[in-house]
């Protein structure tokens, strides 16, 4: 069944994790150069790769002698400027040494979250791909500060695949895939080579927190595939140590773990609300429009607005809350918090009086609203 499917494969994201490239010395010269062949093997077959490579904070702390996880934020983002041009090296080295050209792009979270960003973003991947270069995509460590960043490569590298049309995300890693338990602290732990949805349970057994080189670890990685799956597309999960893993999986050897997509997938707009705008406050609503948009499919309206919290412009996500303060959908926001305040628990018909203006009926429109539920948008 994968064999069939790889092969109708035109377009793959590729994430590379810190471990894979590198340890507690710096970058593993050799490794990259093995990982380049692979992947140039690959587009020589016609196959078109983004890559997501982390690596740039082992590369530089290596360089300034600082061993374990820098401490502080400066640290690693000094780490990661003296690092991520050291990467790129190693990259076009390998491309080049089999004629291809390999490109940088570094994302902040609100590249993406920011919709004239995002198009921008994506006319540019489109415009390397189609001049065969191959992008190679990071977070711009040294830039990036908490609301604005996307965490970990996992979740960078799945937000990458609803930025352009992908087929499938690979993410090589320092194990062979998803195991029943973390395969380090448990020898008799097994492989689960297919996963057909993403299941508490599933997301369990992947554990916490990453290693020392790592960021996520496991649980970012199954989470990383659960929403690409929600986005129509699977996830291959394979170990980027073991030389050939790329090309044998290419070739459809079952190794590693297959996260099957969604079979309902999320329309693009709600996938791109749901995970990659960050929600920049909260509204309260009434019981009655808690339910109008959870069991009616009906817009959010200023009458059922009990209250707001946080600072939010025009066009931001908010998260929505009931009365006890739980969250249960996500939304895009056709008023700012100003506005809000004046007209919220008001009819409809009260928005213009209240205003002078008004931009519509719905502060949020159906369209730009994500169920939880529906969306699992648990975590940002
Ligand atoms: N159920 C599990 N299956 C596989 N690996 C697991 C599991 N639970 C925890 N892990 C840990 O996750 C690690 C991979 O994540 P991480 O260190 O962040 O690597 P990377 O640098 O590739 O992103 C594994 O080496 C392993 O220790
Ligand atoms: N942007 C960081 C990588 C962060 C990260 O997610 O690392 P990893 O868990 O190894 O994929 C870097 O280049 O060092």
Sequence with gaps: MRQNFLKRVRRAVIKIGSNVISDDTGLLLPRIAVICDEVCRLRAQGLEVILVSSGAVSAGKGVLGISGRPQTIPLKQAAAAIGQPRLMRAYKEGFQAHGYLAAQI???????????????????????????????????????????????????????????????????S?????????????????????????????????????????????????????????????????????????????????????????????????????????????????????RALLENGKSLLPSGITGVEGRFERGDSVRLCDPAGNEFAKGVIGYNLTELLRIMGKKTSEIEASLGYKYGDEVIHRDNLVISSASETDED
């Design 106 to 172: 570094l994302l902040t979270r609100d590249d993406l979250a920011n919709r004239r960003r995002y198009l921008n973003a994506r006319n540019t991947l489109v415009t390397l791909l189609d001049f065969g270069v191959t992008p190679i995509i990071n977070e711009n460590d040294t830039v990036v500060v908490e609301e604005i960043r996307f965490g970990d490569n996992d979740n960078l590298s799945a937000m990458v695949t609803s930025l352009l049309e992908v087929d499938l995300l690979v993410i090589l």
């Design 174 to 290: 320092d194990v062979d895939g998803l195991y029943d338990r973390n395969p380090q602290e448990h020898p008799e732990a097994r492989l689960i080579p297919l996963v057909e949805r993403v299941t508490d349970q599933i997301q369990a057994m992947a554990g916490g927190e990453g290693s020392v080189l790592g960021t996520g670890g496991m649980a970012s990685k199954v989470k990383a595939a659960r929403r690409a799956s929600l986005n129509g597309i699977g996830t291959l999960i394979i170990n980027g140590r073991t030389p050939q893993t790329l090309g044998r999986a290419f070739a459809g050897e079952e190794i590693g773990t297959y996260f099957l997509p969604a079979r309902d997938r999320m329309a693009a707009k709600k996938h791109w609300i749901a995970f990659t705008k960050k929600p920049r406050g909260k509204v309260f609503v009434d019981d009655g429009a808690r």
